[in-house]
């Protein structure tokens, strides 16, 4: 199984930080903000989880589209 690609973008906006994920297989961003203390490593992890989670919903609750777990 081939890991999939996330695009990420970090946006500091005060003492938080926007992460924005995008999966360009199937066009779907999701956002979330974290306190900027928290390392890149942790709020990558928050926004894959988040994009996941959006994914597989769509899906109807199965495995998410695609040909792998994603990967940022």
Avoid at 7 to 12: G, H, K, R, V
Avoid at 25 to 40: G, K, R
Wanted: no cysteine; glycine share 6%.
């Amino acid at each position: 199984m081939r890991p999939r690609e996330v695009l990420l973008e970090f946006y500091p906006v005060g003492r938080v930080v926007k992460v924005t994920a995008v999966d360009p297989a199937t066009l779907t961003e999701v956002s979330i903000q974290a306190p900027a203390h928290l390392s890149e490593d942790a709020m990558s992890n928050a926004a894959i989880a988040k994009l996941t989670y959006v994914l597989r919903k769509r899906a109807g609750n199965g495995p998410a589209p695609g040909n792998g777990p994603l990967i940022a």
